[in-house]
């Protein structure tokens, strides 16, 4: 074997190493924007049960439930779908961005051979059509 050979092989092993860390990176920063999502939607359900256990007591009259208790649990939900709206922007740009690392990293599937102009795939090594040998 060739050293030359070795040292292509440990290269094109470093770079893909490198690829797949980033993009592990960038999938655990989804998931954790998720997750962020995921707990602040459970506050709004609890918050919402709250606003109708209260609403419920002060139509049936079975506690002296003020407007200003209500409007603080409102101003709380509206707080928080907030927060939710914020974090889906946020996880829309984090996969905007993380796409267009993958299409920037990536070559794209058809090329033109630069001798006879031809389609030809990244992976083809020579032209179909007149032969040349591709640059990889």
């Known amino acids: 074997m060739s050293t030359d050979f070795i040292e292509n092989l440990l290269k094109d092993i470093n770079s893909s190493m490198d690829k797949l860390s980033g993009k592990v990176t960038e999938m655990f920063e989804v998931s954790?924007?998720?997750?962020?999502?995921n707990d602040l939607a459970r506050q709004r359900k609890r918050k919402l049960e709250e606003l109708?256990?209260?609403?419920f007591r002060k139509v049936e009259n079975t506690e002296n439930i003020s407007?200003?208790?209500?409007?603080?649990?409102v101003g709380d939900i509206k707080e928080i779908n907030k927060q939710i709206s914020e974090k889906k922007e946020e996880l829309d740009r984090s996969i905007k961005e993380a796409k267009q690392k993958?299409?920037?990293?990536?070559p794209s599937q058809k090329e033109?051979?630069?001798n006879c102009g031809?389609?030809?795939?990244?992976?083809?090594?020579?032209?179909?059509?007149?032969?040349?040998?591709?640059?990889?």
Do not use: A, M
């Open 118 to 136: 031809n389609k030809v795939s990244y992976t083809d090594k020579f032209c179909r059509n007149c032969g040349q040998k591709l640059e990889q």
């Open 32 to 37: 954790k924007v998720k997750n962020q999502i």
């Open 102 to 106: 993958v299409d920037q990293s990536e």
């Open 112 to 114: 033109f051979c630069p």
């Open 52 to 55: 109708g256990s209260l609403t």
């Open 67 to 73: 407007e200003e208790e209500i409007n603080k649990i």
